[in-house]
């Protein structure tokens, strides 16, 4: 699937992501999919990338639908940092990329708070996901307690810093970041107010602005407020959950980031 690399002077101004996280039949992804590339048309708008992080089941079906030169990149959930071995129910980079994909969404607080994910853990799929040549997406975001001491700014830079180790500026350049405050995910999440979403993307830009690939924002999204997130300093694109689950949420997004760039 043809894209801009990240990094370089043609890439994309504005990411527009949703990752399905456990939805979706595989007939229910397939027509997702179809009516998504039905309607680009080969052709994602100027200046913004797409992407879709379906659940692995829906991984192949999904790139056979859009096919090798789809303007839209394909993701997985997660992937493990080995490239093979006895790690029961875990899936590798290698055979993510064999399925289709070219992201890889890293350190959820889901998976974070579920399944271990740690600092280290992280650190150790950003490597594979760059070794292997697919772009890491990692996300970050503190829990309402550390929002209310005043310290979220302080806690997504050492999540971010401890998963970014060691890599140079080449590596740095191919890395999403998605800033996603618990507080405001999920079901139960509480929609983010502009102002409350200043001081994190202040600390983010000045660390990693011109360095990464871009800073999205993820957390209770939705057709009122996308552009007004898409207006805030540093951001350079959503990652959506229910909003995008329907492709009619998903396509007026992707109208919202166009019409953003346009102003």
Known sequence: MAHAPAGSSSAPAVWIGTSWKMNKTLAQARAWAEGLRDHLGGRAPDGVQPFVIPSFTATTTVAEVLGPDSPVLLGVQNAHWEDAGAWTGEVSVPQAKDAGAQLVEIGHSERREHFGETVETTRLKVAAALRHGLTPLLCIGESLEVKERGGSAAF??????????????????????????????????????????????????????????????GGSVNLENAAGLLGIEHVSGLFVGRTAWQLEGYLQLLNIAEAHLAA
């Open 156 to 217: 997504i830079l050492e999540q971010a810093a401890g998963a970014l180790e060691g890599l140079d500026d080449s590596a740095l350049s191919r890395v999403l970041i998605a800033y996603e405050p618990i507080w405001a995910i999920g079901e139960r999440g509480r929609p983010a107010e502009v102002d409350e979403l200043l001081e994190p993307f202040a600390a983010l830009g000045e660390a990693c602005t011109g360095k990464v690939a871009g800073l999205l924002y």
